[in-house]
């Protein structure tokens, strides 16, 4: 059984049409959990204890997917949900 360049060209559409949709799904469930979690946390905000926790377990990954992994919570931590760990410029929000 051979694959057309055509049906493997739409298959390929697809499958980017559906991480897009995971992407902005995951994005938009995210920002409203952290939101409800910011504003039950009183002075010490969820979301400035899980950017340290991010970075400090990240710290502790020594294999070869790290970057993997910095760019996978670096795509969902897009607007809206950026600006809520006070990072608000275009940089990524993890280095």
């Not at 039950?40 to 926790?53: A, I, N, V, Y």
């Not at 070869?64 to 410029?89: D, H, W």
Request: aromatic share 8%; no cysteine; hydrophobic share 35%.
């Amino acid at each position: 059984m051979e694959i057309s360049n055509h049906e493997l060209f739409q298959l390929i559409q697809g499958l980017q049409r559906e991480n897009i949709a995971i992407n902005t799904a995951a994005n938009f469930l995210f920002y409203n959990i952290v939101d409800i979690l910011d504003q039950q946390s009183g002075d010490k905000k969820f979301s400035d204890e899980l950017k340290t926790r991010l970075h400090s377990e990240l710290s502790k990954i020594t294999t070869s997917g790290k970057p993997e992994i910095k760019v996978a919570i670096n795509t969902l931590m897009q607007p809206p949900v950026r600006p809520m760990f006070g990072n608000t410029s275009p940089e990524p929000f993890l280095k």
